[in-house]
């Protein structure tokens, strides 16, 4: 599986910004696809992910209510929108896949084989 990672870009603080992920090498549905951000000199923080199949989504607690994980069949694609951004946001954003992920391991790292290049966000206060 490949993922390529793009949209990032510096923002302020209340901006909105669309993170795009592109897979490919595997039928995009059999995958789960989460969103993960590594702040500098912070552990890789799970975001959001969309579950293989169904496509259940989930959020950590600190944006719930501001992104959305969505994912585009025709397209290959999973997008994570991002509103009211804030400085505690800033980090490079990583996308990662599953074909075998476990509800219970949605927000390990470890849990997922794939992972694309990241991309930077920066929001300025």
């Known amino acids: 599986v490949q993922l390529q990672a793009s949209g990032g870009g510096l923002v302020q603080a209340g901006d909105s910004l669309r993170l795009s992920c592109v897979v490919s090498?595997?039928?995009?549905?059999?995958?789960?696809v989460a969103w993960f951000r590594q702040a500098p000199g912070k552990g890789r923080e799970f975001v959001a992910a969309?579950?293989?199949?169904?496509?259940?989504?989930y959020y950590t607690d600190s944006v719930k209510g501001r992104f959305t994980i969505s994912r585009d069949r025709a397209k290959n694609t999973v997008a994570l929108q991002m509103n009211s951004l804030k400085p505690e946001d800033t980090a490079i954003y990583y996308c990662?896949?599953?074909?075998?992920?476990?509800?219970?391991?949605?927000?390990?790292?470890?849990?997922?084989?794939?992972w694309g290049q990241g991309t930077q966000v920066t929001v300025s206060s």
């Open positions: 990662a896949a599953s074909s075998r992920l476990i509800l219970s391991s949605i927000g390990i790292a470890t849990s997922y084989n794939d």
């Open positions: 969309i579950f293989r199949n169904v496509g259940r989504t």
């Open positions: 090498g595997q039928t995009f549905t059999d995958l789960s």
